[in-house]
């Protein structure tokens, strides 16, 4: 079996994250690619140098011959191997749905800081941040957290059941990144997610997964990632 190597930024925990998680928890043998060489890694799989389609964006997972980017897509082909996939044909399409679900919330997170163009930086188009964070919060937020929440009560506390699956991770760790990015906001919207927390729980509680959480692999949410805290937004 081929080694697993996934190119992602080395300084954060991004769309990519989801991807080093399921590996972590599977204890499958894989390479962090970035982490071992520097961001020229990611550079050299953005201009094709790892062969097969070119990706538009990080994360790129490379495995013998395969060379696959859309972290939706890496996670869908990581899940058998990494024995976090719903166990039913229906179940792989619902568990595809809520993914891509979150993907978009994530997304929305990101254009919170990055309103008008990821090529500014965000000191550049402050004053849309602060508007766009403003509607995210007002509603959008709590919005998308109560549609999962409702899928997951509905489904026995988690999103596909009967097993915990990869959308499941991706929950646990959008969860986080959102405590992290606007912890007022999601402080009061705590007590109206009591599934959703016990899942993230309950996934961090994985054994292989929290000593990866707990050792140096795993990086602290900052400002060069998709969940960032800035004060000013949410004040
Ligand atoms: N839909 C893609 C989005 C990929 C993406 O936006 N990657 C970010 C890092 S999280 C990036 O490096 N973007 C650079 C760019 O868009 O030029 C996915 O889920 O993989």
């Given at each position: 079996m081929a080694l697993y190597e996934l190119y992602y930024w080395p300084m954060l925990p991004g769309r990519g994250e989801v991807l080093r998680m399921m590996l972590e928890d599977a204890g499958v043998d894989y390479r962090d690619v970035a982490r071992e060489e520097g961001i020229e890694a990611v550079v050299k799989a953005r201009q094709?140098?790892?062969?097969g389609v070119v990706p538009f964006a990080p994360p790129v997972l490379r495995h013998g011959e395969l060379v696959l980017s859309q972290s939706s897509v890496i996670a869908r082909y990581l899940c058998e191997p990494c024995g976090l996939?719903?166990?039913?044909e229906p179940g792989k399409l619902l568990a595809d749905q809520h993914f891509l679900g979150w993907a978009d919330l994530v997304g929305e997170v990101h254009d919170t800081h990055h309103p008008i163009s990821v090529g500014l930086r965000y000191e550049e188009q402050r004053e849309a941040a602060k508007q766009r964070t403003d509607r995210f919060l007002d509603g959008r937020l709590a919005q998308w957290l109560a549609h999962f929440e409702d899928i997951i009560s509905d489904a026995?506390?988690?999103?596909?059941?009967p097993d915990i699956t990869y959308v499941d991770l991706q929950a646990r760790f959008v969860l986080r990144g959102i405590a992290y990015a606007f912890p007022k906001a999601f402080d009061q919207l705590r007590a109206k997610i009591p599934s959703l927390l016990a899942l993230a729980d309950r996934v961090e509680a994985r054994p292989r997964l929290a000593a990866y959480l707990a050792s140096s692999r795993a990086l602290p949410f900052n400002?060069?990632?998709?969940?960032?805290?800035?004060?000013e937004l949410e004040g």
């Open positions: 094709g140098g790892l062969g996939a719903p166990r039913s026995g506390g988690v999103h596909v059941g400002e060069h990632g998709i969940f960032r805290h800035y004060p």
